[in-house]
């Protein structure tokens, strides 16, 4: 049995033209294609923090998950692009809480490849603007090399690197 998504979105969701972002509880976790739940959404234990309807993608023969799991994960960083411009006080608090506090969930997977300059510099800023963030910023050791980690952070969100 599929679950659907509405014609009309809930309120708590975000509508963009790469696909809706949906934000309430009812869809957390959930992923579904053209409306249709995707059963299974991801091939491997990560589970989704929160909900997505992607517009473009295909299911497999028995239609239980998406073919492309890569196409898939650029679909969901581009719909929190898009839904980060459309309503930034409702999707960039919770994609900086997402990348932050839930960097193990299916939806933070490739985000070190696939968040553009312009939301970079956008969670950048709301890092800044935190009252416990002091002007310094300290990001958690990761199974990265840090060297690597540490230029890839300054060269895409630091103000010291002229691009923002």
């Known amino acids: 049995m599929w679950d659907t998504v509405d014609l009309h979105a809930p309120s708590s969701s975000v509508r963009t033209p790469v696909g809706d972002l949906l934000l ?15 059963p299974e959404p991801s091939r491997d234990e990560q589970t989704f923090r929160f909900g997505y309807n992607l517009v ?21 960083h581009s719909i929190w692009e898009k839904a980060i411009a459309r309503d930034e006080a409702k999707a960039l608090p919770r994609y900086l809480e997402l990348l932050r506090d839930h960097a193990s969930c299916a939806d933070a997977s490739g985000a070190e490849r696939l968040v553009s300059e ?24 990761s ?7 540490t230029h890839y952070c300054w060269t895409r969100i630091s103000p010291s690197s002229g691009r923002n």
């Open 24 to 38: 309430g509880p009812a869809h957390r976790g959930r992923l579904y294609l053209k409306g249709l739940r995707v």
């Open 56 to 76: 473009h993608g295909s299911v497999d023969r028995d239609r239980k998950r998406l073919v492309d799991a890569s196409e898939a994960m650029a679909n969901v």
């Open 118 to 141: 312009s939301t970079a510099k956008k969670l950048w800023a709301a890092i800044r603007r935190e009252p416990s963030a002091g002007g310094e910023f300290y990001c958690q050791t």
């Open 143 to 149: 199974d990265q090399d840090e060297t690597h980690l």
